[in-house]
């Protein structure tokens, strides 16, 4: 990856740095997200976990309740408490959803695709010809082939680790 992707906290405590670029980005309408967030939606970068790279500080990883009932780990700067990304299903930190408005640059990553817009608020129009999808989606039916294939790696070290446990 040429360009530099780096974000962090607000007081500056944690700094990462993205290894490559993400996966898939998801604008997430759900109302979890709108209370997480303050806000009328989430917008996150889904990466592995090698891939987000923590170069200054150590986020606290805080166990939270998530839409999908599996739970989620919130990495949350020790100081500030600004959340940069998380943990999804209950499965360990192999993938994080990490907050793009967290980047330095936050305009980078636009949306791939809208989710759970069944609960989007009213006043949020979705570009003409966006994917959009009432709730969730299957990846296999709509990830461009390399982010599938970067997904594949990830599941089956997902299912090594879970045949150990
Ligand atoms: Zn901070
Ligand atoms: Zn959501």
Redesign the pocket.
Known sequence: MDEKYEGGCTCGEVRYRLLARPMFVHC???T??QRETGSAF?LNALLESENVEVTQGSPELVDTPS?SGTGQAIARCPKCRIALWSNYGGIGDFFRFLRVGTLDWPARFAPDIH??TSTKQSWVAIPEGMRAVPEYYKSAEIWPKESLERREKVMARVKAAKAKA
């Open positions: 997430c309408h759900c979890w997200c989430a839409n989710i759970f």
